[in-house]
């Protein structure tokens, strides 16, 4: 007599957490120097002093009440104020504090969004393989379902052909992450103006507005100077989704913002009935601190150059094998295709050489693997030996 | 094309939050000496210096990786050994640390345990009036229904005739929440015993356990040395949720629990669906820092001495004037008969005079009105002249 759904989704856990729960378990036993644990997103580079700096003089300076009581629900004024100052300087935009609504992360942002945008049990949320695996269980318990759209192989933009088929009347959002969790790409301004215009037909001929949801937690992690569109300014009706956890590295204190803007076709229902949508899935305010946080060091630009020489490695280190890898623009994921062509079983047999790789079953794409490379560069160096053995093993070498 | 049950939340405010924030504005307009804001459950007493000595030795011990990255979706083991150490050792228990799942607070907590629960369309949860206003936007978007007992006038503990009467076989749990907002109000050994030995019989004949839900936020806010029955000793099917919010005065920073016991029915199915209802509204880890903060914190005593003197104030005034008030024994609200018959009306009037009072129609009471003391003395005692004024007002005198 519990929810069925609800058993399923906690029983089927999350690939990424079940390999990182299973590496921390593992290093127990043989040793942290002996499990390779390229599983989960978390951040290798500390988070910056300023974050540090934030903290101390909230301590020092705030009341317990205004340091620790509720604020409203979309966040403190001046906090938001700040931030959507550092956004619209960024991307020249003109959005104001009332437009930001501050979550715990970007997990419950997504899902506020798809929760507001879904109007019954035909409503469609459209996304990309590979698209991030949690996608479905953010979404399909309240009532949407998530279809999925054919890689763009080999580039792994957006494959126009497979969500020109899929888009249809119930389709009520398009769900974007640039860069790319798993691959790293970033989607790039040909691409945005492409999905724009299509959405823009489809949306006319269905008679209602289909918004994108953009989940940016990795805008700021670019490398060789590529720079993000920023997709409101193609697509008026899209909902921006962010997060601190990665480009300061705090994803453990949940801190991100969905932000809305007024020239969105029926922006007033849109900003209700997400709001509305947060504080059903317990939303009461971000934590108070790291509002803060936020605030004081949203202009700081995190040590990328630490992720592109990761990449460097790993990319190079494994072409050089043979590996068939998608080279990663940003975020710090490496997308490699299963030499054995099938992910599941390749992160298996990885597994037994204690190389933790996520199979990218749940991104869409069960013929490859997901490498995170968020590690210290000795991590990589020190795998690539056991990832020749890997590949020699799957050539019967 | 939005959900128009989530704009109707968006738009239908919590009655809390926008008194809240009216105060707010309201007080940047005519000062805030002049502004009487009883609406919010915000502490008043700050947070024990314990609470800045954990953030100080994390920021001081802690790698970033430690202190910001993703812990395992229940939370650090080390942190959650040290808390459930400490409930065992208040209530003589023997949770393990599995038995501890660490949420952004009770509202997910509570949401995760219902929507785990929530079979289908036809699921019920039963509370009673007075109750959280926040259970019917927590719940029912999320397929349930709330179904609400009469209250048991005029000692507001449970009424087990309306209980009884409303007990069937789709009720999925019962949701508690002692000391009780609104009304402070502790429900006794014997209520409880009263509602294990009927929940007991209808789960029998119903042929599935009848959980409850205990949401205890407010355990250690008591008075007068009454002590609050720890409710799976006398019901094993108990679910408790927790938060940090009252006790350590950080309602801002989103830190509490939900309790499993392996003795519960079912208690593997329960356990897994309520951690995927946790991961469908969002939930990938309690904030990391204030994680360590409860487990470094949770063996501090609230200083509920400060909210006793206001409680005596508040009281005592009152019932001087007139008014029908219960007397709180823990929490920090008090609840109020509106001297009109009519809640709303009487938070309008009140409101006319700077007094934010909330009005408990969604509390299921809409003769009441909700005080909360959790505010300077200074404030409780300025505001008599004013409740007298409203008292007379309302009398026509």
Redesign the interface.
């Known amino acids: ?11 089927h856990r ?1 690939c990424i ?1 079940e390999l ?2 299973y590496g ?1 378990e593992y290093a127990k036993v043989v040793g942290r120097e002996n499990v390779f644990d390229f599983s ?1 997103g ?6 910056p002093e300023e974050v ?1 700096d934030s ?2 003089a909230s ?1 020092e300076t705030l ?3 205004q ?7 979309a966040g403190d004024y001046a906090a938001r104020q700040r931030i959507v100052d550092s956004v619209n300087r960024k991307i020249g935009g003109s959005y104001k504090a009332d437009d930001l609504f501050l979550t ?2 970007a ?6 969004c798809a ?5 019954d049990h035909n409503s469609q949320f459209l996304v990309n393989a590979p698209h991030f695996s ?1 996608y479905r ?2 979404i399909e ?2 009532g949407g379902t998530v279809v999925s759209a054919k890689p763009d192989y080999p580039n792994f933009q957006l494959n126009f052909e497979s969500l020109g088929e899929l888009l249809n009347e119930h389709t ?1 959002a398009v769900i974007i992450n640039s860069p790319n969790n798993p691959t790293g790409v970033i989607y790039s301004e040909e691409t945005i103006r492409r999905l724009a215009s299509l959405l823009a037909e489809r949306s006319k001929q269905y008679g ?2 289909i918004y994108i949801i953009s989940d940016e937690p990795y805008r700021e992690l670019t490398f060789d100077g590529i720079e993000v569109p920023w997709v409101p300014h193609f697509y008026a009706d899209t909902l921006v989704c962010y997060s601190y956890s990665k480009a300061l ?6 801190i991100g913002w969905i932000l809305f803007s007024d020239k969105m076709t ?1 922006a007033a ?9 947060a ?12 509002q803060r946080v936020a605030a004081d060091c949203c202009d700081v630009k995190p040590d990328v150059e630490v992720y592109r020489h990761n990449r460097d490695l790993l990319y190079n280190g494994l072409c050089e094998i043979g590996y068939d890898c998608v080279r990663p623009q940003g975020a710090f994921y490496m997308f490699v295709k299963a030499p054995c062509g099938d992910g599941d079983a390749f992160s298996e047999l990885a597994k037994k050489h204690g190389v933790l790789v996520v199979p990218a079953h749940d991104f869409g794409c069960p013929d490859y693997v997901r490498i995170s490379f968020c590690v210290e560069a000795e991590r990589i160096e020190s795998s690539m030996p056991l990832f020749r053995r890997i590949w020699e093993e799957v050539h019967g070498l």
Request: hydrophobic share 40%; net charge positive; glycine share 8%.
């Open positions: 007599m519990v929810s069925e759904n609800m058993r399923m989704i906690g029983a999350s957490r990182f729960e921390m989960i978390n951040p290798s580079t500390p988070a540090r903290i101390l301590l009341s317990s009440a340091l620790n009581g509720y604020t409203c629900a715990c992360g997990a419950p942002a997504v899902i506020a929760k507001g945008l879904t109007v949690e269980p953010y318990p309240h009520q209602h507005p590295s705090l994803p453990g204190q949940r029926d229902a849109v900003h209700q009935a997400v709001v509305g949508a504080r059903s899935i317990g939303h009461v305010c971000a934590p108070t601190l790291y």
